[in-house]
């Protein structure tokens, strides 16, 4: 089998060694890739995000430690803030197949409890054919929310991962989701899709965002970038 590294220079046409910082992104997944750690198609989703924040300005890391005992799927970093993009491709191990959108939810809210208290955007990204669910409580401002909320992110996170949430369940009071990222890779982009409910504007900012690719009419506004 041809390398991670080969197949997905081939599918980008072009080598990753010309683009500063992202050469080691690339070493961390294909060592990843190599010995099991991460599947061919999650790295690749990795990769194309890290692409994408690259060319938006950041400096940019995959499979980053966080709080000590968890790894960000892809860490950016830019004068305008910290950015966290968890990947999920949909995958439901065979013993959660018959309760697939409750586990891809209590999935999510994991992630949010685990990462997004050290990171001023928190995204969750997936492919573009796929559609997400993500749970309403994550995405109330925090100074919106009540005990209910609180308590249903903790018991989602619990449910995902009973041993790993109930070390981070301390901050599910300020974890959330700030808005969701498609990956096409057929075209090799990214879209960032935020909600208009607390502070869009500088989260916007922080994506480097143009301000006429925002799409603030309908009944649930969104930016789109």
Request: charged fraction near 25%.
């Amino acid at each position: 089998m041809r390398s991670f590294r080969f197949e997905l220079e081939r599918m980008l046409g072009f080598t990753v060694d010309g683009f500063n910082g992202l050469s080691r992104v690339l070493d961390v997944l294909e060592l990843e890739v190599s010995r099991g750690g991460i599947a061919r198609y999650h790295a690749m989703l990795q990769f194309l995000v890290a692409l994408d924040l690259h060319r938006r300005g950041f400096d940019v890391s995959v499979e980053e430690p966080v709080d000590g005992g968890f790894k960000a799927d892809v860490y950016a970093e830019s004068p305008m803030g910290r950015v966290i993009v968890e990947v999920e491709t949909g995958y439901v191990p065979p013993d959660r197949m018959y309760e697939l959108e409750g586990f891809l939810e209590a999935k999510i809210a994991f992630k949010a409890v685990a990462y997004s208290a050290y990171t001023d955007l928190f995204i969750v990204a997936t492919p573009s054919h796929m559609s997400l669910s993500i749970p309403g409580e994550l995405l109330k401002p925090i100074e919106s929310r009540d005990v209910r909320d609180v308590i249903a992110i903790r018991e989602l996170a619990l449910r995902y991962d009973k041993a790993r949430a109930s070390r981070v369940l301390w901050r599910a009071h300020v974890s959330r989701v700030d808005g969701l990222a498609y990956i096409n890779v057929s075209d090799r982009k990214v879209y960032y899709i935020i909600p208009i409910n607390s502070s869009p504007t500088l989260r916007a900012q922080i994506l480097n965002c143009a301000q006429d690719s925002w799409v603030t009419d309908g009944e649930s506004p969104l930016i789109i970038c």
